[in-house]
């Protein structure tokens, strides 16, 4: 399936509808009275989605997602804060790096690529030190494609009386969270995934009294939530220019998604493109790096083909050829790509992809997708 525009499968940016894209086509002044509406309107349906009317505000945020995060992290963690960064991955070490250029007090427990961190040693490291006061989880990992238990370690964190802070990027929009059932001071998420918008700004849901609190944290004026959010509450306007046609297209993006069901339907959709993907991969011998336990919606991580043939450069050359755009791994300790099940991709799609990647073994000469370990214990067997 040769198209004009390749499918993107990644965790985001991803493929969008052409009305998504037809929204952006109007240019919008960011003073004018119909933009505050829209920015009205975006943060009113993002609070809705968390069940959060009561108690969350939505602060966006003009950048990627990592400017969220900062701005986030920043905001509401205090000076004399200390964090504990939950990692499995390459985001939860982004977070440890944005905490490094705070100047600002953290630990980590860090799993590796391949584990969750569990509520009951979240529990332990927090009663062991009384002086963290928040605590930092990515829900969907995608440097391997884990879905972290969110629930179980939110319950162990306000247990301890801290605080959480959830980095739900690649998960927000397709994988249901609710404030009434899961205590966090901070969601943050982005335009361009779940949602399937286009890249230009994040957002933060955030408790209001936690934002009200912040005052004097943030290391710099751009990415100061709270006074983001004053600014944003008092005149209906963001305080610096913002990404009027990546909204306006946002806006389209959220009527789309309510449309198709909203958090349950996207994620029975990505679920299904999750189960297909994975189920045919394995037909060629492919093996995923995570258990069917952890496996997310939105990105599966396979080991690389452990035949002398493979190279990942003429793979994902050939691919793109057939009109996919895959993503190479981030493990630490192994060879591996990515697929994602994110963004405008349906049964077709899916299967022009598993059509795609065996006429590529088939090219490059490589019989099947087992890896090196299946490979040596198929030779030593």
Not at 127 to 134: N, Q
Not at 229 to 248: D, E, N
Not at 356 to 369: F, K, M, W
């Amino acid at each position: 399936m040769k198209t004009e525009q390749p499918y993107l499968l990644t965790p985001g940016p991803i493929n969008t509808t052409l009305s998504v894209k037809q929204a952006m086509l109007q240019d919008w002044g960011s003073w004018d009275g119909d933009f505050r509406a829209m920015t009205a309107r975006l943060c009113q349906q993002l609070v809705a989605l968390i069940d959060g009317e009561d108690s969350h505000v939505c602060v966006p945020m003009q950048g990627s997602g990592t400017f969220a995060v900062e701005a986030t992290l920043a905001t509401l963690v205090p000076k004399d804060g200390k964090l504990l960064i939950l990692m499995n991955g390459a985001y939860g070490q982004r977070m440890g790096k944005i905490m490094n250029y705070l100047g600002r007090d953290y630990v980590a427990l860090d799993k590796g690529d391949y584990e969750p961190p569990r509520g009951e040693e979240v529990e332990a490291i927090l009663a062991a030190d009384p002086a963290i006061t928040h605590v930092a989880l990515v829900h969907c990992e995608t440097s391997s494609g884990i879905l972290n238990p969110v629930e179980e370690i939110a319950e162990a964190v306000a247990r301890q009386g801290r605080r959480l802070i959830i980095d739900s990027m690649s998960a927000f929009g397709a994988v249901a969270i609710s404030a009434k059932t899961v205590q966090f001071d901070a969601l943050i998420s982005s335009a361009n995934k779940c949602f399937e918008g286009v890249p230009g700004f994040g957002f933060s849901l955030v408790r209001q009294s936690a934002l009200d609190a912040s005052k004097g944290n943030a290391h710099s004026l751009s990415l100061d939530l709270l006074d983001q959010w004053q600014y944003l509450a008092k005149t209906g306007q963001w305080r610096y220019t913002p990404p009027t046609h990546v909204v306006a297209a946002f806006l389209q993006a959220l009527k789309e998604h309510a449309a198709e069901g909203g958090i349950v339907g996207r994620h029975a959709r990505y679920q299904r493109n999750q189960q297909r993907l994975v189920a045919g991969m394995r037909r060629m011998g492919f093996e995923t790096l995570l258990s069917d336990v952890w496996l997310s919606p939105i990105i599966i991580t396979f080991f690389s083909p452990g035949h002398s043939n493979f190279d990942f450069q003429a793979f994902y050359d050939r691919m793109k050829a057939r009109g996919f755009i895959i993503y190479p791994g981030k493990l630490t300790e192994a060879d591996s790509f990515r697929l994602g099940c994110i963004g405008q991709l349906h049964d077709v799609q899916i299967d022009a992809v598993l059509t795609a990647v065996a006429a590529v073994l088939d090219e490059l000469q490589i019989p099947n997708g087992a890896p090196i370990h299946a490979l040596n214990a198929a030779a030593t067997a």
